[in-house]
């Protein structure tokens, strides 16, 4: 059975940091993309940044570029997302979604995702 499981998040002050994992089970996790999503209160579904399975290449939002570092450890099924001077609109439930296809390089759009963790809240706020 295939779950998906964020986890990490918290109340942090403007400037802080934080590191969110997405730890997976029940699939071949090296060859699957993995994206992270968040979604704030009345808005839609935004992707923050992803890591692809085949060379690991990676891409960010251009809110979060130059603060937030994807990465992989598929020794241990995780992903991680390293979010440094973070700001009070960065303050959303976070995401993790699982691709499995891995014949395409991952994408910020959540179609392409076809399953999804439960959410870790994240709150920037003084």
């Known amino acids: 059975q295939l779950q998906v499981v964020e986890s990490g998040g918290g109340l942090v002050q403007p400037g802080g940091s934080l590191r969110l994992s997405c730890s997976a089970s029940?699939?071949?996790?090296?060859?699957?993309?993995i994206g992270w999503f968040r979604q704030a209160p009345g808005k839609e579904r935004e992707g923050v940044s992803c890591i692809s399975s085949r060379d690991e290449q990676t891409s960010y939002a251009d809110s979060v570029k130059g603060r937030f570092t994807i990465s992989r450890d598929n020794a241990k099924n995780t992903v991680y997302l390293q979010m440094n001077s973070l700001k009070p609109e960065d303050t959303a439930v976070y995401y993790c979604?699982?691709?499995?296809?891995?014949?395409?390089?991952?994408?910020?759009?959540?179609?392409?995702?076809?399953?999804w963790g439960q959410g870790t809240q994240v709150t920037v706020s003084s």
């Open positions: 029940g699939f071949t996790f090296r060859y699957s993309n």
């Open positions: 979604g699982v691709d499995r296809n891995k014949f395409r390089q991952c994408a910020l759009l959540s179609p392409q995702y076809n399953y």
